[in-house]
Nanobody
Framework: QVQLIESGGGLVQAGDSLRLSCAAS????????MGWFRQAPGKEREFVGG????????KYADSVKGRFTISRDDAKNTVYLQMNSLKPDDTAVYYC????????????????WGQGTQVTVSS
């Protein structure tokens, strides 16, 4: 089992930045590829970005490319999502997830999920 706890969400204005953190405990963190997803009210959960277990590969959704950056600190068992130039459309609950398979866009391929953290961007 892997336990994931997200933090760092909040209410910000358009153009502001936030950094989300996801702290992992349980199994060996470096065994897992990590992903960030988000879900807005009435919408399906969507892939935001992911980083491979080596940290060498990062993927992003087109909607956040150039604004969001994923990184991981294996010494702290933590993955981060740096979000810059936030837009109202970025408003959602953000989840981190872990998988041993790879960095995939499909949430069904992730085994472990955090409880989510709310990000609200006002215009």
């Amino acid at each position: 089992q892997v336990q994931l706890i997200e933090s760092g969400g909040g209410l910000v204005q358009a153009g502001d930045s936030l950094r989300l953190s996801c702290a992992a405990s349980g199994r060996t963190f470096t065994n897992y590829h990590m992903g960030w997803f988000r879900q807005a009210p009435g919408k399906e959960r969507e892939f935001v970005g992911g980083v491979s277990r080596s940290g060498g590969i990062a993927k992003y959704a087109d909607s956040v490319k150039g604004r969001f950056t994923i990184s991981r600190d294996d010494a702290k068992n933590t993955v981060y999502l740096q979000m810059n130039s936030l837009k109202p459309d970025d408003t959602a609950v953000y989840y981190c997830a872990a998988t041993t398979i790879g960095v995939f866009l499909n949430p069904m391929l992730y085994n472990y999920w955090g409880q989510g953290t709310q990000v609200t961007v006002s215009s």
